[in-house]
């Protein structure tokens, strides 16, 4: 029987182990859902919204229940866990508030009587979900998927079952329908099965873009919508007017959130050549300052890679790179001891070419690149094959006109790059498409049917 395994990343033991669902389990789960989505469908979005509202009590409720599991799964500190906790509620409520109003009919003049745009639920949307914000990326999905009239089938990554069940647990603690939402624990290779089947009508990836193209080639082959987020290399550009303390606070801080292991993340700092030098010592001053320990202890800023292998290859992309002639100002040591932790990391002279970014580097390493001026910034900005997320730190109106020319989904100009339930986001390129949050999230999985009442008018 094949199955699903969490291992502690503080300590490398095995923390948990479930069965991969049967054949048999996976045809009761889609059944559910259609089930429930017949019904589910016919609901209001006042009935819809008294669901959603009562998930994300029991989630505030129930923190210290909740954020504990990705602790323990995949190494999350465990302040920033009850915070994810928190952010999956707000999703749900933002939707609970809003959704009516995002999905009112579109009335558009036309030789009808009448005519207009209705949104209407689609049936069972299934998400295929990372193991590195467990409870964030499943409320994205469901929130908006499940407000909009659909089911959700959700099959979270095979290293985090316990929080993908302990999501569960709180849609059934908070009373939601039998099969309006249901964690899927099946095995990697069973998730194209679930795709090509007729019950499942759209599906949501998130994760890297090889197993995005995958995901994306068998879901267009059955012609079914897919929205896909995927890797970024994303940019974080400073130039010679900017705030340099503030710039330096904020990338220390968007480079190091759940140990550096976020698409979103600050991942290339691209300083203007005459400000380089003092970034370069305020960013080493904030990240020398970080405390990298134990992630159920509250003082922890940063916890463990979530894996060994990926702490292999990590390491490997700093080494690499320093061999290639990037200079290493912090970190870039393999420590002994248990568990899987990765010092906090600075390289600067990193040129174009190098692995730590020209790759994805899913870890507390923050790189630095010099640049002569905006110009050059944002061509090395845009010299990358991901479009996930950019900021830039410069004068407001400066920032605004540079934010057109970024080849980016999301841009933040003197702030961090962050998801919000209100804002949509998404990726272009190799990062993905389609969005999701805010009003345009929860349009991906509707029927937009355009209704055409007569008699014509002349």
């Known amino acids: 029987m094949s199955m699903l395994r969490a291992v502690n990343p503080t ?3 095995v923390a948990r182990e479930v069965p991969a669902a049967t054949g048999e389990q996976i045809e009761a789960v889609l059944d559910r859902a259609r089930t429930a989505y017949l019904s589910w469908k016919e609901t209001g979005f006042a009935e819809r919204a008294e669901v959603l509202r009562a998930v994300a009590a029991e989630l505030r409720e129930n923190v210290e229940r909740y ?11 465990i302040t920033e866990a009850r915070g994810e906790v928190g952010k999956a509620a707000s999703a749900a409520e933002h939707y609970a508030d809003h959704a009516e109003e995002y999905l009112a009919a579109e009335h558009i003049a036309s030789d009808a009587s009448s005519s207009y745009v209705q949104h209407l639920p689609l049936g ?3 998400g295929v979900l990372p193991w590195n914000a467990p409870f964030w990326l499943a409320s994205r999905v469901a929130s908006p998927a499940l407000m909009a009239g659909n089911t ?6 095979p290293h985090v079952p316990g929080c993908a069940t302990a999501i569960e647990e709180a849609f059934r603690a908070a009373g939601a329908p039998e099969g309006v939402f249901q964690a899927l624990h099946a095995a990697t290779e069973d998730v194209e099965q679930v795709i090509r089947d007729p019950r499942i009508q759209a599906v949501s990836f998130t994760g890297s873009d090889r197993a995005g193209s995958v995901v994306a080639s068998i879901a267009a082959s059955e012609i079914k919508p897919a929205v896909l987020e995927l890797g970024g290399s994303d940019p974080c550009i400073v130039l010679a ?3 340099l303390e503030r710039a330096a606070e904020v990338s220390a ?3 190091i959130i759940n140990a550096g292991q976020s698409c979103i993340a600050a991942k290339r700092v691209i300083v203007e050549r005459s400000v380089h030098d003092r970034f370069v010592e ?7 300052a970080l405390v990298v320990g134990d992630p159920s202890e509250d003082g922890t800023q940063v916890g463990p890679i979530a894996r060994g292998e990926l702490r292999e290859n990590l390491h490997r992309q700093v080494t690499s790179s320093v061999e290639a002639g990037a200079t290493c100002v912090l970190g870039g040591e393999m420590p002994d001891g248990p568990g899987y932790f990765y010092p906090v990391t600075l390289l600067t002279d990193v040129q174009p070419g190098m692995s730590a970014c020209t790759e994805e580097t899913f870890g507390p390493v923050a790189v630095v690149m010099a640049a002569d001026d905006a110009e050059q910034a944002l061509a090395i900005a845009n010299d990358t094959p991901y479009g996930l997320g950019a900021s830039i730190w410069t004068s407001t109106e400066r920032g605004e006109a540079m934010a057109r020319r970024i080849e980016a989904g999301q841009v933040s100009v003197n702030g961090i790059v962050k998801t919000d339930p209100r804002l949509p986001s998404g990726g272009i390129k190799r990062s993905g498409y389609g969005r999701e949050l805010g009003p345009h999230g929860i349009r991906e999985f509707v029927n937009a049917q355009q209704v055409w009442v007569g008699p014509a008018r002349g």
């Not at 954020?67 to 500190?77: I, N, Q, S």
């Not at 959700?152 to 990554?157: A, G, L």
């Open 11 to 13: 300590t490398g033991e």
């Open 241 to 243: 007017d900017a705030d």
């Open 282 to 288: 305020l960013l080493a001053e904030r990240l020398s």
């Open 253 to 255: 801080l968007s480079r």
């Open 152 to 157: 959700v089938v959700m099959k979270h990554d």
């Open 124 to 126: 069972t949307v299934l």
């Open 67 to 77: 954020a504990p599991v990705m602790t323990e799964e995949m190494g999350k500190p």
